[in-house]
T-cell receptor, first 110, second 110 residues
Framework: GQSLEQPSEVTAVEGAIVQINCTYQ??????LSWYQQHDGGAPTFLSY????GLEETGRFSSFLSRSDSYGYLLLQELQMKDSASYFC???????????FGTGTRLQVFP | DGGITQSPKYLFRKEGQNVTLSCEQN?????MYWYRQDPGQGLRLIYY???????QKGDIAEGYSVSREKKESFPLTVTSAQKNPTAFYLC?????????FGQGTRLTVV
């Protein structure tokens, strides 16, 4: 079976650092993607981890540990515009589909 | 510029009517997907296609149908058999590590 867990909501202040965790249960997967979605908008791609370890892209970093079935998205120097929902999405083996969870709503306060 | 175009942005349907949502991409991607999103929820996969003239059911395919006659196009029909069709529909394309989404169609049944 497949299941995903993310916190439903996270709050932080501008300039802070926040970590959004993702735990998953799949029978095997290629990698883990992260997407950002602002209210009323479409999801936009943030990062992809094909291998264990940390991937850094500007203020955002993503981490994957296959042995722990765990990943996280790290957002640094938070800005108001980072207020959005964030989804982790593993891709199971032998498919090209992305499995999305219910996402984490991040609210950044001044 | 390459991208995915969904139309219309807003759609109103009477109960009992079928309606077709358009999705076109010029990114030369083989894989295309349809997701449904309800308020405050994650994305649930309706159908996906990995190649022309072939498609597979996702997690919530009942009441929906698709076709993939051309690489660029993946229309979704919401049939009268779909009991609760009011939702935000998102089309996506791409391989597992860089999914591209259209801007979505908001369907309301009146």
């Amino acid at each position: 079976g497949q299941s995903l867990e993310q916190p439903s909501e996270v709050t932080a202040v501008e300039g802070a650092i926040v970590q959004i965790n993702c735990t998953y249960q799949t029978s095997g997967f290629y990698g883990l993607s992260w997407y950002q979605q602002h209210d009323g908008g479409a999801p936009t791609f943030l990062s992809y981890n094909a291998l264990d370890g940390l991937e850094e892209t500007g203020r955002f970093s993503s981490f994957l540990s296959r042995s722990d079935s765990y990943g996280y998205l790290l957002l640094q120097e938070l800005q108001m515009k980072d207020s959005a929902s964030y989804f982790c999405a593993p891709t199971p083996y032998n498919t090209d589909k992305l499995i999305f969870g219910t996402g984490t709503r991040l609210q950044v306060f001044p | 510029d390459g991208g995915i175009t969904q139309s219309p942005k807003y759609l109103f349907r009477k109960e009992g009517q079928n309606v077709t949502l358009s999705c076109e991409q010029n990114l030369n991607h083989d894989a295309m997907y349809w997701y449904r999103q309800d308020p405050g929820q994650g994305l649930r996969l309706i159908y996906y296609s990995q190649i022309v003239n072939d498609f597979q059911k996702g997690d919530i395919a009942e009441g929906y149908s698709v076709s993939r006659e051309k690489k660029e196009s993946f229309p979704l029909t919401v049939t009268s058999a779909q009991k609760n069709p009011t939702a935000f529909y998102l089309c996506a394309s791409g391989i597992r590590d860089t999914g591209h989404f259209g801007q979505g169609t908001r369907l309301t049944v009146v």
